[in-house]
């Protein structure tokens, strides 16, 4: 457990990009691509479903079946899994109470417990390493000093004890932290910790790797009484230290056993410490590790001649100070810098100072820098970032500065070369960001930006729920006109991603930005302003609107339609003509609303725009078209109207190219549901004609997609009954027997098997 303290080391169970070996990522791009391990999947699964598996005690607790018995290693990992999962309680610990778990090392970082429940649970394990950093004040270091002192085994045999962070009742010393005879590393950064604590745990006879950074301790001279054992002394931002340098360079030359030192700083406490210690020659001779980040008047000159007097020196820590720039730290192998003079130190430093946010900020800031024109893919220096995000979620500097440094990571195309899961975990960590801090417009724009990678909304995981609720809330706030536009376009894409039934839970956020979308479409028509924000809000409408009466009834009520005819007046270019047809084709499905669209003006549009020279136009004028005129409840006192636009419909389909002829713009569907009442309307085949055409042009074009939900909506059936219909139109019959042509040619290769029953294609 060394690795808690020495910053050579990694730690058990964590394993970090090398920024120096792995420059490119290569092994970061192999651990991310790969799937995660069978062991890990159980794990989270029995975690999920713990409810299920425990019985309960009469105080509610959790207890494990009485025949599962967990073996050592398997319960540390549990352990440690449920914590990072944030599902280590009261409730549920006291599922290792007992038997039934065999214990050694506990991990329950920022886990929320009751000094009860931290006894019961753990200290009748025979255990050696403990791990309570950032636990919750309920369980004051205090508490776990007593609690595991309770028991004498431990007592003398627990190796590694990490309090960092944990918080210590007033008036309150650790002293007792000296009967653990057994411990060799202790961490106690972050507490109050004073020093007759100091002098308590210096007597320890075991102690080597002691962490005492940001403490109360004012002076540290009781380190000579374990002079000879001490291996590691971090002291980070010691900034009660009230001895002078000379006094404490002299305690520092009579550790001759060191092998790490750390006397980092933040650049405010100004200690010339580090500045003193490389002018010594006679000091530290067997130091391998070094680390005075922060550290004022430190030179490139005084920095090499230190090392040069060390040639065993393997890690320099220089970040926030004027070293680290000359060609000396380039070219000595086997050195690791943590500094900012280049992307190979910056990374270093991120992996060395995870969790030191004065440093991980500083570090982002530096990365963000070098990584303004980007033109390869980082995906280890992604991840550092992912590590710095999710060791401060709470702190705003460290969150905002990630962000535009992702942005940077993942622009344009190198998303495209990132892993999936990794980048999954990197928009998590945005959505948090968003989460923590709604009002810091900056943060928020980054995020956005974000999100608005192809890559990242249409291939990673993430919950798309929430954040189409995030976009959406913000198409609404009218604060910044280019985080509402990418609002839009990101609102546009998730839209098809979401269920018909999260459309429904989202009804109060479709109110408002069906609203705001059409406000936006009225104000770009007025000012005659054909610009990306109006193609992004069009596309928007048209695809809330995909499957979704809820929104079509919206937009209605909105005086959408008004709107739409204003657009098709003012703009003629057939970009804008295909989203403002592909929304009023979703209208026109929903029987009760289609009626509305019968109307002269409407109608003497959708009529012009079916003649268009381009295909993709002319194809969406007819589907409104064949929507509309399908129930003839619309016309009763227009029949002629209705016959003549058939009879238009009839002749402009024959007029158009194969069914599998190429169209600019992808034509897609959620599924065939709305061709349903289309293909079984056999008093009017040129409106099963389009349909049939849509069907064969889709299946065509991405078989794999479109063949499987011809069988598994009883598509097939409805193709099957119109080929073998004997009334049926003698052009309609083709068309059905090209789609059961097609579907013959490529139902051996559909990835799953149907699940509805595939009727005879002879």
């Given amino acids: 457990m060394v690795h808690f303290l020495h910053p050579l080391l990694c730690p058990r169970t964590f394993v970090l990009p090398d920024a120096q070996e792995d420059a490119r990522g290569r092994s970061v791009l192999q651990e991310e691509a790969s799937p995660c391990s069978l062991f890990s999947i159980c794990l989270d699964v029995l975690i999920a479903s713990l409810e299920q598996w425990c019985s309960k005690r009469s105080d509610g607790t959790l207890c494990l079946p009485e025949h599962w018995c967990l073996p050592c290693e398997i319960a540390d990992q549990f352990l440690e899994r ?60 205090s508490d776990i000093i007593h609690a595991l002192q309770s028991n004498a085994w431990i007592q003398k045999n627990l190796q590694c004890l990490r309090l960092d962070s944990t918080s210590v009742p007033q008036n309150s010393r650790l002293q007792a932290l000296g009967h653990f005879t057994g411990l060799h590393t202790l961490s106690v950064a972050n507490v109050s910790f004073w020093n007759e604590d100091l002098v308590s745990i210096s007597q320890l006879p075991k102690l080597e790797n002691l962490d005492i950074s940001n403490t109360l301790v004012t002076n540290i001279s009781a380190l000579l009484t374990c002079k000879d054992q001490l291996r590691s002394l971090t002291m980070h931002y010691l900034k009660c230290l009230t001895m002078t340098s000379p006094q404490i360079l002299a305690v520092f ?50 920095v090499e001649s230190f090392l040069q007097q060390r040639p065993e020196m393997q890690f320099v820590g220089l970040l926030s100070t004027d070293a680290g720039y000359s060609n000396f730290f380039m070219e000595k192998q086997g050195l690791k810098v943590a500094g900012g003079a280049n992307m190979s130190q910056i ?59 992702v942005l940077n990571l993942t622009r344009e195309n190198l998303a495209k070369g990132m892993p999936v899961r990794l980048l999954s975990e990197v928009i998590c960590l945005l959505f948090k960001a968003m989460k923590n801090f709604p009002y810091y417009q900056q943060l928020q724009k980054n995020c956005l930006l974000s999100l608005t990678s192809s890559r990242i909304l249409t291939d990673v995981p993430f919950d798309r729920f929430n954040a189409a609720k995030l976009a959406m809330r913000w198409v609404c706030r009218r604060e910044n006109p280019k985080m509402q536009t990418m609002a839009v376009s990101i609102t546009s894409i998730l839209a098809l991603k979401l269920l018909p039934e999260e459309m429904e839970q989202l009804q109060e956020e479709l109110i408002m930005t069906i609203k705001e979308l059409l406000t936006i479409v009225r104000q770009k028509t007025a000012e005659k302003v054909d610009d990306v924000t109006l193609l992004f809000t069009l596309k928007a409408l048209w695809n809330l609107t995909d499957e979704s009466p809820l929104a079509c009834k919206y937009f209605i009520e909105n005086e959408g339609l008004a709107v739409i005819i204003q657009v098709l007046e003012t703009f003629s270019m057939s970009v804008i003509q295909v989203k403002v047809l592909g929304l009023l ?87 065939f549901k709305s061709f349903s009442p289309l293909l079984g309307n056999f008093s009017q085949p040129e409106v099963q004609l389009w349909a049939l055409w849509a069907m064969h042009h889709v299946c065509s074009k991405n078989p794999s997609k479109y063949c499987k939900l011809l069988v598994e909506e009883g598509g097939l059936q409805l193709v099957c009954d119109i080929q073998e219909h004997g009334q049926a139109n003698a052009q309609v019959r083709q068309m059905a027997a090209s789609i059961l042509e097609n579907f013959r040619m490529h139902f051996t290769s559909l990835p799953e098997t149907p699940t509805a029953p595939v009727p005879s294609l002879t």
């Fill in 82 to 141: 449920m914590a990072s999962q944030g599902k280590v309680t009261d409730r549920t610990v006291s599922i290792f109470q007992g038997k039934q778990t065999n214990l050694k090392l506990i991990n329950i970082q920022r886990a929320k417990l009751s000094p009860s429940a931290f006894t019961k649970a753990f200290c009748h394990h025979k255990l050696v390493e403990v791990d309570a950093a950032s636990v919750d004040s309920e369980l004051p270091a």
């Fill in 253 to 302: 030359r009579q550790l001759t056993c060191l092998l790490h030192l750390d006397i980092s700083d933040h650049r405010q406490l100004r200690s010339d410490l580090a500045f003193h210690l490389l002018r010594q020659k006679d000091i530290l001779p067997n130091l391998v590790s070094l680390d005075i980040s922060g550290g004022t008047d430190i030179t490139d000159e005084a």
């Fill in 347 to 405: 990374s270093e430093a991120l992996s060395q100072y995870r969790n030191r946010s004065c440093f991980v900020k500083e570090a982002l800031y530096r990365l963000f820098t070098e990584t303004l024109s980007l033109r390869v893919v980082l995906p280890a220096t992604l991840k550092l970032v992912a590590i710095g995000m999710r060791s401060h979620p709470l702190d705003l500097p460290v969150q905002f500065t990630a962000s535009a440094c």
């Fill in 585 to 671: 084709n979703n209208v026109a499905e929903v029987r009760e609303l289609s009626p509305m669209l019968v109307t002269e003006d409407l109608l003497r549009h959708i009529i012009s725009l079916l003649h268009s020279s381009n295909i993709e136009v002319s194809y969406f004028a007819a589907g409104v078209i064949a929507h509309l005129t399908c129930d003839r409840q619309h016309w009763l006192s227009r029949d002629l109207q209705r016959t003549d636009l058939l009879q238009d419909l009839h002749v402009t389909i024959q007029n158009w190219p194969s069914s599998q002829c190429k169209m600019s713009a992808l034509v897609s569907y959620r599924s």
